[in-house]
C-alpha cells in the first residue's frame, strides 16, 4: 500500500525538480519562494525569475566592459562628480598605500594618515571597500573620547582605523561622508542607520529612461547598520513604491523557513503603518535617477541605491545585477518593459 504522505512528497519533489530544470532555479531559491509548499501556487512563476535567467537579460542590456563603471566605487564616484551627480562627499580614496584626499594631497606615510583622521575628518565618516556588494565590509565611525567608536560601539584609535583600512580589501577603500535620513523616515522606522530606497530604471534604444520598480529598503532591528536584504536573510523588510507618487505598500519579507513571502504591513520597531507612508523629495529623486541614468549609458537598467536626506537625496550605489525582485511579485511586468526590444 502507498502511503499518502510519501506520495505528496514525492509529487512537490518532482514539481520542484521540473521548476528548476525548467526554470533554471536553484533549489535554495525554489525553496525561499515557498515552491516546496504543498499549496504553493504554480501560477505564481509568471511572476518571479531565477537568478540565472535576470543575469542574462541583463548582459544583454548592459555590456560587461562597463560593468566597472559600478561596481569599481573610485570609478562610479569620480564619473558622478564629474557628471555632475549628487553624491556624498568623497574624502579620500585609500589605494594600496597611498591616500588620495579631497584636498588634492597624496598621504604615504603612517604620521601622514593619523593626522588626516584626527585633523580634517569630521566626526562621523564612512569606509567602504573599493569594490563589494550587499554592505559587506562597510562600517561607520564617530569621534569619541580622544579615539572613535565603530558601528558594532567599539572603542577604536586611529591606529586601528587605518589598520582595519589595510587589512579588509587589497583592493581599497572609499572614506566618505556619512548621510543622515530625513526626518520623517527616522519617524517611520526609529532607527537612524541610512535606509535607502532602490529605484530600477530603464534606458530604451530611444534614449527614454523609465522608472520600472522602486522599493524602500529599511532596517528593522538597532543592531544592524545596512539595509540590505540579502535575499531575506537579514530580518529588513523591503516596501514597494508607487512609482507616480512615492506612496509606500504594505511591507514583504521572503522567510527562510520555506513559507516564502509574507505581508508586513507595520514597521516591527514602531508599528508605524508602510501603507500610506509619502516618501520626502520622492519627485526629486524621480528625477535624480532618471537623469543619471542618461549619463551612465551604454547600461541600459540600473538599480539605484538614493538615500532620502534632510538636504535632499543622494545616490549611494549603482547596482548593475540587480537583483531578483520575486518578493514583489512583479517581474511579469518588468520583463515586459525592459524585453520589449
Sequence with gaps: MTCPLSFEYLKILLRNIRICHQQRYTPLEAFRLGTFASDFDICRLEKFISRKKLTKIQEKLNPQAWAEMTKNKVLFYRHCLTSGIKVPDIYALCLNHYWHCYNRSILSSLDEKEEFIKLQLPDRFVVKPIRGAYGKGIDIFERKEGGFIDSMNCHRSVTDIIRYIK????????????????????????????????????????????????????????????????????????????????????????????EGIVNIPKHPITRENFAGFELPDWQCAWEMVKEASGKFLPIRTIGWDVALSPDGPYIIEANIWWDALNQHMAMDKILEVITDE
Excluded: C, M, W
Excluded at 201 to 229: C, Q
Design 167 to 258: 587589512s579588509q580589501s587589497t583592493e581599497g577603500f572609499v572614506i566618505q561622508q556619512k548621510i543622515n535620513n530625513h526626518h520623517k523616515i527616522a519617524q517611520l522606522t526609529g532607527i537612524q542607520a541610512l535606509q535607502t530606497v532602490r529605484i530600477i530604471t530603464f534606458v530604451n534604444k530611444n534614449k527614454d529612461v523609465s522608472i520600472v520598480h522602486s522599493h524602500f529598503k529599511t532596517i528593522t532591528r538597532p543592531d544592524i547598520v545596512i539595509d540590505t536584504y540579502l535575499e531575506g536573510l537579514t530580518g529588513n523588510v523591503e516596501v514597494p513604491v508607487n512609482i507616480q507618487t512615492g506612496v509606500l505598500g504594505p511591507g514583504n519579507q521572503i522567510v527562510g523557513n520555506g
